[in-house]
């Protein structure tokens, strides 16, 4: 079948490149198919001030980061940050308008695409609907004009590490929408690109597909070993599948590290709001000797006397009376203060009190993540085990504490990371 009749048989004759963009991409540049097994190099991914106009729009400022070969490294942010773009730039299907990106020692900023070694995922599955499985699956090879066998034994391959063989001769109206993805992604692993790309891969699968999906492509990056790089604006997506994560706002890289790095110590107050469900509270308030107050809430920091913003993420506020309390009688002396249970959140395993706290300054930004837990809310939150969250009623009066040791500190006018409270940890 020639790609001629495949676009006759698709009907994508005149859908543009974005449908065929994976096609495009299939052209990877290396003349012959070899044994799927055969382990190609894959290099490392450096931005250097890369920048992203549209006319007067930027769209993205001065991305510098590296990656090694073989991680897995997620771009997060919310929509509009700039994150498909940066992939589709490392994919040659935008061009690159300041700075340089390479893989290895190659500048990739005038290689054609199809030159690049890199295949990439869409959101969207771009399967042919009028093509079986193995048919979807051996048509990049079928267009490098491989032998039949080589293109059998690929197919073969790859259906087997994406548990496809079942599945080979439905067309893609008679699959799951995990299904359908999966057999997106080997269409994408049957090119044997040296990079992967992935674009919001999981953004059209409901929430448990996402997470059993989201496991097997962890698995799969594992296997092959080859640099990928995975766009997100799910914070949970990002924590759980990636090395290192990019969190990106405005078209700006506001930090670079492991999800234990993001979590436990945010740049700045976006990042801090950004990762980690529920958000972290920030509350705005004064330092002085060495203590901090807002209102009711004082803690202990070894902070400059002045105003701050202190970070306090839910499971370091300390429930020192009620159900499913969590501090032992010695710490109940130390900067303990009194709430009141405004709503309550039994999520699962976890439950979460909003609280309201006598003149307390709590920050609300612009980092929130729609649908996460508590992120209505413009009050402290503390958790507590799920079973207990059950007993509290808004209205109840409890007593609190934070560890001061787990609290961030952020500048009142920059947003970015102070030193931390007393004791501060990794
Ligand atoms: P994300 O993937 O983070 O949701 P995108 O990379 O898709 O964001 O888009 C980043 C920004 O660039 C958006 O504000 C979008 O409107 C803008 N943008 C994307 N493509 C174009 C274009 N062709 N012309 C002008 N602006 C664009």
Redesign the pocket.
Known sequence: MGIDRARRLTGLHNRGCFLMAPMILAVQHRDQVTEHSQALMTPGLTFDRVGKR?DQ?V?LSDVTFTTQPGEFVVLV?P????????LRMVAGLETISEGTIKAGDRVLNDVPPQERGVGMVFQSYALYPHMTVRENLAFPLYVKKASVADQQRAVQEVADILGLGPLLDRYPKQLSGGQRQRVAIGRCLVRKPEIYCFDEPLSNLDAALRAQIRVDIKALQRKLNKTTLY?T?DQVEAMTLADRIVV?NRGVVQQVGTPKDLYTQPANRFVARFIGTPSMSLIRGVVAGGRFSSGALHVAVDLPDGEVVLGVRVEDVLVLSGPGATADAASQAADAFQARVAAVEPVGESGYLHLEVEGLQIESDEARAPGKAGDGSDRLMASVPGHAAFSYCVGDGITLRLRPERCHAFDVSSGRSVRRSAGGQA
Do not use: A
């Open positions: 549209y729009t769209v942010g929509s509009g940050c700039g994150k498909s773009t940066l766009v604006h990106l």
